[in-house]
């Protein structure tokens, strides 16, 4: 099973910050945190991903608690186009196999 | 920007028959991995791959399945005998390193009739 859990949907209006949180209470100390989001049936695209720092890209911005029990995704000015599922993966590293377990994300949709 | 791509883009078969789904990881990546997604339903895990061997592979992937890197560029699902609980979309993988970002294709529609 996922280790993450996330509200099953959100919206938000386009132009306005996306922030989409995530829960992460389990995680251990060198596993990462890994954002993706699917738009309809395409493929996971790959968005941010951090260990306990804040981190920032061209797409978004994340944000970890200091415990690193959960963490925020933030769009900052979402548009119509980011209306996708969000998903939240904590890398399990399982006798050093790196494979991702999605659970079933948030459903974001960005409202003109 | 490099990105993987995965042949065809749907394909439509009868149980029983063979089936062979190919992706084309981006290029100096290492690591090769097979998710699917049944319609409606969680991206699930079947199957990571480096240096030519099955590195870990799900409940899902019995033996039914194969995965082969048959040149330095093409990766490919192999599914023997398909049923008609293996509909579902097949999503291609790569990583340049074990630990890092997996970058994913654009999936191919499998559906058996």
């Known amino acids: 099973d996922a280790k993450t859990t996330q509200p099953t949907s959100m919206d938000c209006a386009e132009g306005r910050a996306a922030n989409l949180p995530c829960n992460h209470s389990t995680i251990s100390g060198n596993e990462y945190v890994y954002w993706y989001r699917q738009i309809h049936s395409q493929g996971p695209q790959y968005i941010i991903h951090?260990?306990?720092n804040n981190e920032t890209n061209e797409m978004a911005s994340l944000i970890i608690t200091e415990d690193r029990k959960s963490s925020t995704l933030i769009l900052p000015h979402a548009t119509l186009r980011d209306t996708a599922v969000y998903y939240c993966?904590?890398?399990?590293?399982?006798?050093?196999?790196?494979?991702?377990?999605f659970g079933t994300g948030t459903r974001l949709k960005v409202l003109a | 920007e490099p990105e993987v791509t995965q042949t065809p883009s749907h394909q439509v078969t009868q149980m029983g028959q063979e089936v062979i789904l190919r992706c084309v990881p981006i290029?100096?990546?290492?690591?090769f991995y097979w998710y699917r997604q049944i319609l409606g339903q969680k991206v699930e895990f079947l199957v990571s791959?480096?240096?030519?061997?099955?590195?870990?592979k799900s409940e899902i992937f019995d033996d039914q399945f194969s995965v082969e890197r048959p040149d330095g560029s093409n990766f490919t699902l192999k599914i023997r005998s398909t049923k008609l609980e293996d509909s579902a979309m097949y999503f291609c993988?790569?990583?340049?390193?074990?630990?890092?970002?997996?970058?994913f294709g654009p999936g191919t529609r499998l559906t058996v009739t």
């Open positions: 791959f480096y240096n030519n061997e099955i590195s870990e």
């Open positions: 290029s100096n990546h290492l690591y």
């Open positions: 951090g260990l306990k």
């Open positions: 993966i904590v890398r399990v590293a399982d006798s050093g196999t790196y494979k991702y377990i």
């Open positions: 993988a790569s990583s340049s390193q074990r630990g890092y970002e997996q970058y």
